[in-house]
């Protein structure tokens, strides 16, 4: 009697031996056929389907994309697995590889490679001139600059960018702006945008620039509008005038007085215009048609010129 138990003892333990070495107790390589989508954002999160064979529904799997681990593995038959890519690096194209959790796990990569890509938008890195920037020194006060630039963390589009600027007067100016914006043009190339005035730059001015809109080449757009402001200090007035080529060359006479008379350190009124004529008249001939460059102009001041 136990001679017989000691035999079906024996071939029980020879049959699950035989099982075991079989492929009764192995855990088979998973087949990957097919992977959707082959590209997401760099900052992971993207849900990926991989479709194939023999993927380990009781120990599920494990997914890497470029040695990093999936999450929120999903086996729920053994031809799919879906899974969420963790983060990456922008243009990075990485290896997939799927393994069975059970023993022996086996790695088996993809046929197909995922790609990341760019999901950061851009930011402003710099901007000429700075922010608070104060010019005190220029060669004319009607015209200190035109333009202005701003540089972006990454290339853009330079039709995307939009730019604002406000025109307010400074506290020692002696006048308003005749426009509260400054109209102009974009254009640029790379990582760098210009802005580019209708109307020159002038002194006794704050502009404030705000840029809005910039995307960069992957479509992610500037998160919210930047701004930065500079200023044009006022120079001194003074009481005599050299007539410039600049004061002529458009038109002489009347037209030559009120580019003058508009000037910071003259009147900052174009409307003035008419005391450079009274106060030059008085004291030797004077043709105010017939301006010349490099003639000297006095400028009148003071409460008898109607000054407080």
């Not at 470029?66 to 890519?85: A, C, I, L």
């Not at 109209?183 to 002194?203: H, I, L």
């Not at 009347?254 to 008419?274: C, F, N, V």
């Amino acid at each position: 009697m136990n001679a017989h138990r000691n035999i079906v003892i024996h071939a029980i333990f020879a049959f699950v031996c035989v099982w075991m070495v079989g492929c009764g107790g192995c855990n088979p390589e998973p087949v990957p056929l097919d992977m959707e989508p082959l590209m997401g954002k760099e900052t992971g999160g993207t849900a990926v389907r991989i479709t194939g064979e023999k993927f380990d529904m009781k120990n599920g799997v494990t997914v890497t994309f470029g040695g990093k681990t999936g999450t929120d593995v999903s086996v729920p038959s053994k031809t799919e697995v879906t899974v969420m890519t963790p983060p990456g690096e922008a243009g990075q194209t990485v290896d997939v590889v799927i393994t069975n959790n059970g023993k022996p796990d086996v790695p088996v990569p993809l046929t197909q490679k995922f790609t990341y890509t760019d999901a950061t938008p851009p930011t402003v890195s710099s901007t000429d001139p700075a922010d608070a920037t104060v010019f005190s020194e220029y060669e004319n006060s009607l015209n200190v600059r035109d333009n202005l630039s701003v540089t972006f963390s990454e290339p853009i589009d330079a039709n995307s960018v939009t730019i604002d600027v406000a025109v307010a007067k400074t506290e020692d100016s002696m006048s308003e702006p005749s426009e509260p914006t400054l109209s102009g043009t974009v254009s640029g190339e790379g990582n760098s945008v210009t802005f580019t005035s209708d109307m020159p730059m002038r002194a006794g001015r704050m502009y404030t620039a705000t840029v809005s809109g910039a995307t960069d080449l992957a479509g992610n757009a500037l998160e919210n509008p930047y701004s930065f402001s500079f200023s044009v200090t006022s120079p001194e007035p003074v009481d005599r005038y050299v007539v410039k080529e600049e004061d002529i060359e458009e038109a002489n006479g009347e037209a030559a007085l009120k580019h003058i008379a508009a000037r910071p350190e003259i009147y900052d009124d174009a409307e003035k215009w008419t005391r450079l004529v009274a106060g030059n008249q008085d004291d030797y001939i004077f043709n105010r048609n017939k301006l010349s460059v490099g003639q000297r102009l006095w400028v009148k001041r003071g409460p008898a010129w109607g000054d407080k």
